[in-house]
């Protein structure tokens, strides 16, 4: 069973505050991906991987970094968070064959910046 | 611009059925994902399309048209237990960052 699990699962920071969510995936996929998720808005790409080293820009990464240490491990960075920022992150893992069309997702992390 | 769009909400009947319209307006198509997501938890994926026509897939089928740039999820004998939000997704390529995400449409199924 493929699995993505993500932590933690939910966090109150304060604005300014450092900010690291974690996803871990035992698919051996290349692909990783981080999504937020706002009512209205659907689910948006910050940032992605294309493997252990890569980190790429997605649609919305102002605000965020990104760190792919390993195959199975990618982080979220918020260096200085902001309540904008609140809302709920998925991260995801996929195949970079794209067959299937299919992402497997964590079960989020739903993040408050006071 | 690119763009994938839902509907907000649908609402059915236990018993009857459900389509979910998407419709799409992307620089390519590589295929069209549909997921389900109940709330609070996570999407899960159920489709893949790429080629025009219907898939059957037993409790749904889905349809597509590349030419319309339509597809729609079809949920057939809804139970209660259907009512979620259903998401759209088109691969405009191959690659990492290549899924856009419709907004999701909420289907509520009553008794």
Redesign the interface.
Known sequence: EAAVTQSPRNKVAVTGGKVTLSCNQTNNHN?M?W?RQDT??????IH???GAGST?K??IPDGYKASRPSQENFSLILELATPSQTSVY?CASGD?R?L?????????SKLTVL | GQGVEQPAKLMSVEGTFARVNCTYSTSGF????WYQQRE??????LS?V?LDGLKDSGHFSTFLSRSNGYSYLLLTELQIKDSASY?C?V?VA??????I????TTVSVSP
């Open positions: 692909n991906y999504y209205g808005h659907g689910l948006r790409l992605y991987s294309y790429e997605g649609d998925f970079d794209g299937t069309g299919q992402l497997y997702f964590g079960e989020g | 590589n295929g069209l994902s609070g938890q996570a999407p899960v994926f893949y790429v998401l997704a691969r191959q690659g990492g960052r290549a899924l995400f419709g907004t999701g």
